[in-house]
């Protein structure tokens, strides 16, 4: 089994990320924090409590974290995440609680407990990371590993730089990549592969009561063609913990624009090390079928558990 605490701003592909590890027999869940990224702090937590009960995900506990990034005004995505962050899919409201605490604590706590045990995922703006590095920089080292879904070696999608969670908070992503950690960054150049099309789109019906969030999730997320479709980005972080073989990864040097004119929030990735050490390891390609074919296998066992 391997120890995962996620860190995400519910938002579709988180959900369809949290599905995915609750879908996962590999993968034990140990905490989800929260973050102020596709919508406002409240939503991503209210979903977050949301999704722990819907997906069945027991007593793991849910930690709120910083409502906004750590020096820029909020950028927000609720034009393509929907108005309540989870698009046309509609849970029933959480009954249980978020934890006492903050997210920050919880992150620092848990990996402080198990250290070399807990693998950090990452899928939104980097606020919280980044104040539990500062708070306690220990946990680059307590941490099994981190892996983000953020960045991109060509191109933005926010901006034609920079990917939503990095432009969302440059200086925490900033501190985060700049720590004594090598992150794997799991950027748009293998997120964009991981498109549902409707083919795929056809295979999340008849999944019980988990098609009630994969279809009018994946529906609102983005048009579905039979050649295109929603990049379910988040999901390929959570993929990337439980079968790292479907992914090529390559050493880099990332830093993180954080004063350019048009390239503020920029993940500037130098696979030429040049006698340094790597800060990252920057997935480079996806099979995209394998992807598939965990996701579908894990939402199918997911599907039977949930009736
Ligand atoms: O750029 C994609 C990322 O931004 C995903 O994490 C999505 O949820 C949004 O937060
Ligand atoms: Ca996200």
């Known amino acids: 089994m391997t120890k995962v605490l996620l860190d995400c701003d519910p938002g579709i592909d988180d959900a369809l990320a949290l599905a995915l590890i609750a879908g996962s027999p590999t993968l034990d869940l140990v905490g989800v924090t929260t973050v102020g990224g596709n919508v406002d702090l409240a939503l991503t937590t209210a979903n ?5 009960e819907f997906l069945d995900l027991g007593d793991v506990p849910v930690a709120p974290g910083s409502p906004v990034a750590l020096m ?5 995505a609720s034009h393509v995440h929907g108005a309540t962050g989870l698009g046309a899919a509609v849970l029933p409201p959480a009954t249980k609680p978020a934890a006492d605490g903050h997210a920050v604590d919880l992150i620092v706590d848990t990996l402080r407990a198990a250290p070399g045990e807990i693998t950090l995922i990452a899928t939104g703006p980097l606020t919280n990371v980044a104040l539990a590095v500062r708070k306690e920089p220990r946990i680059v080292d307590w941490a099994n590993d981190l892996v983000i879904m953020g960045g991109s070696y060509t191109r933005g999608n926010h901006n034609p730089a920079a990917e939503f969670n990095i432009i969302t908070d440059p200086e925490a992503a900033a501190i985060v990549f ?6 794997t960054m799991i950027g748009l150049d293998v997120t964009l592969k991981a498109r549902m099309t409707s ?6 019906w008849g999944l019980g009561r988990l098609s009630d969030l994969l279809v009018p999730a994946a529906q609102s997320y983005a048009q579905v063609t039979e050649t295109s479709g929603p ?3 988040d999901a390929c972080a959570v993929a990337y913990v439980v079968d790292p073989s479907l992914f090529t990864t390559v050493p880099a040097v990332v ?3 954080t004063a350019g004119r048009y390239t503020t929030g920029m993940t500037v990735v130098d696979f030429n090390l040049r006698d340094r050490a790597p800060s990252a390891q920057v997935a480079t390609d996806l099979d995209v079928g394998g992807f598939w074919d965990l996701m579908l296998s894990s939402y199918k066992r997911l599907g039977a558990r949930l009736g």
């Open 231 to 233: 990049a379910i980005h």
């Open 199 to 204: 083919a795929l789109l056809d295979r999340m």
């Open 178 to 183: 700049d720590a004594a950690w090598v992150p």
């Open 255 to 257: 830093n993180v624009e």
């Open 48 to 52: 977050a409590l949301a999704l722990r």
């Open 72 to 76: 820029r005004d909020n950028v927000r």
